[in-house]
């Protein structure tokens, strides 16, 4: 098994460009997720989803898009990229989806400039 | 709300020096996990523990012990004998009713030679 991976592994944007974030899993985890990690702060949930067709909002979802076609993949998209959104971000899953969500495998992160 | 604090930003010891780090969480759950992170310098997350919050007995792997009370909030870790691979950042997290995982901000262990 890979586990989770991640591309691209370092990105620059220019402000106002988008692109997608992508994240794959071959563990058939239910529970897939985004977080960003800010210098000197932990890791903050954007997007997360419970199974195929299903996404919801975590703590900090504005100016970032997810979908959940197959169980495998859950890219991110950023719509239009702003400085505010520097950061590593890092895709993770997990075997189930219960409440409280089980333990959580990540990726390897992305490095995410934007000028 | 939830929240996760780990109050110790920077911590440095000396190879071999026991150190313990601290984490103090809120939640209003009566069901949750507790998580602890590592994050070396290569930057991935390497999972290390999940506790349950009906299991408050302490655990022990090799030099890693936790030690969770739930009288205090606190789900602490302590390295014995610390060696300089163990230097990194550490994350408490906690995850509650929602599928929300919250983490602390970290604190990032160095150990010296």
């Known amino acids: 098994n890979a586990g989770v991976t991640q591309t691209p592994k370092f990105q620059v944007l220019k402000t106002g460009q988008s692109m997608t974030l992508q994240c794959a899993q071959d563990?058939?985890?239910?529970?897939m997720s985004w977080y960003r990690q800010d210098p000197g702060m932990g890791l903050r949930l954007i997007h997360y989803s419970v199974g195929a067709g299903i996404t919801d909002q975590g703590e900090v979802p504005n100016g970032y898009n997810v979908s959940r076609s197959t169980t495998e993949d859950f890219p991110l998209r950023l719509l239009s990229a702003a400085p505010s959104q520097t950061s590593v971000y890092f895709c993770?899953?997990?075997?189930?989806?219960?409440?409280?969500?089980?333990?959580?495998?990540f990726g390897p992160g992305t490095r995410l400039t934007v000028l | 709300a939830q929240k996760v604090t780990q109050a110790q930003t920077e911590i440095s010891v000396v190879e071999k020096e026991d150190v313990t780090l601290d984490c103090v969480y809120e939640?209003?759950?009566?069901?949750?996990?507790l998580f602890w992170y590592k994050q070396p310098p290569s930057g991935e997350l390497v999972f290390l523990i999940r506790?349950?919050?009906?299991?408050?007995q302490n655990e022990i792997s090799g030099r890693y012990s936790w030690n969770f009370q739930k009288s205090t909030s606190s789900f602490n870790f302590t390295i014995t004998a610390s060696q300089v691979v163990d230097s990194a950042v550490y994350f408490c997290?906690?995850?509650?009713?929602?599928?929300?995982?919250?983490f602390g901000a970290g604190t990032r262990l160095t150990v010296k030679p």
């Open positions: 993770a899953s997990s075997l189930t989806s219960g409440r409280p969500t089980d333990t959580q495998y």
């Open positions: 997290a906690l995850s509650g009713h929602n599928n929300d995982m919250r």
């Open positions: 939640t209003r759950d009566t069901t949750y996990y």
């Open positions: 563990m058939n985890h239910e529970y």
């Open positions: 506790r349950n919050s009906f299991d408050e």
